[in-house]
């Protein structure tokens, strides 16, 4: 009997220019959380075994990011701008071996700037901004992750806006948490309050009293920091 490894092969086809090519996935069995921070980021037991990093397939022909929650709908216009501005400078590189988080952080802005021409959904990309920043956490690089989760909250607040969160795993309390402890993270703290607030006035109508719990904990947080 082979013992088992964390990693395996995942076949792939390229959403842009249909080349096949393989991309690492976590065996879940592997995978153990220790905690989640308040942004929900979850901190595993192995840095090795870590699901977060291998998400995002880059094809190494083309160059074109993206997730399994990409769309595979190219609206017009997109398929040439991706072409222009990603595979025509494409050096030709794979990421699909073991990843490091440098390299995850790679493959996520690469995904981020494909998502953005192709212009996919906006929780998608704050999803990808957020993983980013976490990354960035993890690095201890705090400029940088403060920057993303700028970003991450400006398109949670754009997919809020313009409903396209819905049918997404993102519900309404959540995204409205989110936008309420990343602008709390960025020390914007009347926009954190303001959203936090949002979250408790639908606690009689969520099936997430989790989520409400923790926006109590937070708005509580920065009302005893303000009177302090």
Known sequence: MTELEPLYDKKLECL??????TSKKVRSRFVKIKEVDTDFCPVYESDEVNPLLYPIHVC???GFSFSDDFSKYFPPGAKESIQTKVTDRWVPRNFGTERTIQQAI???KLAIYCGTLKKEKHVLLAGMYLRT???YRSLKEEQQELRFLKLAGEEY????????FKGSQVSEVKILYLIGELSRRIKDVDKATKFFSMVIERQKQTVEPKIIEMAKERWHEIRDSRKN
């Open 16 to 21: 842009l220019c249909k080349q096949p090519f």
């Open 106 to 108: 790679q493959a996520y």
């Open 133 to 135: 920043a976490w990354f």
């Open 60 to 62: 190494p022909a083309c």
């Open 157 to 164: 607040e754009q997919s809020y806006m313009e409903d396209d």
